[in-house]
């Protein structure tokens, strides 16, 4: 069974920062891509940022220029740094992994996200 262990979510102003952390097994780690989906109230779940094995990323277009998604190779941890946040990025964050781009073979526990004043 595939285990993430997610942390860094939390209450933030707009405008604050946030990392995301996920730490998954070494195999997942270097076999899939990674990624962070969120799902916000009323609303499906969307990739917002993903990474495969070599390096390569993607965006979604809302969070272009404010996220950054990075991997700690030594430690198999992905990495969401969350800039600028806006109250529409309020959302539950999963981590994931699988196969690019779509990285959705694989699912964490989720955690919250409020960007409110």
């Known amino acids: 069974q595939v285990q993430f262990v997610e942390s860094g979510g939390g209450l933030v102003q707009p405008g604050g920062s946030l990392r995301l952390s996920c730490a998954a097994s070494?195999?997942?780690?270097?076999?899939?891509?990674m990624g962070w989906y969120r799902q916000a109230p009323g609303k499906q779940r969307e990739l917002v940022a993903g990474v495969t094995p070599s390096g390569s990323t993607m965006y979604h277009d809302s969070v272009k220029g404010r996220f950054t998604i990075s991997g700690n190779n030594a430690k198999n941890i992905v990495y969401l740094q969350m800039d600028s946040l806006k109250p529409e990025d309020t959302a539950v964050y999963y981590c994931t992994a699988g196969k690019f781009p779509r990285v959705a073979d694989y699912w964490g526990q989720g955690t919250q996200v409020i960007v409110s004043s």
């Open positions: 070494e195999s997942m780690y270097r076999l899939y891509a």
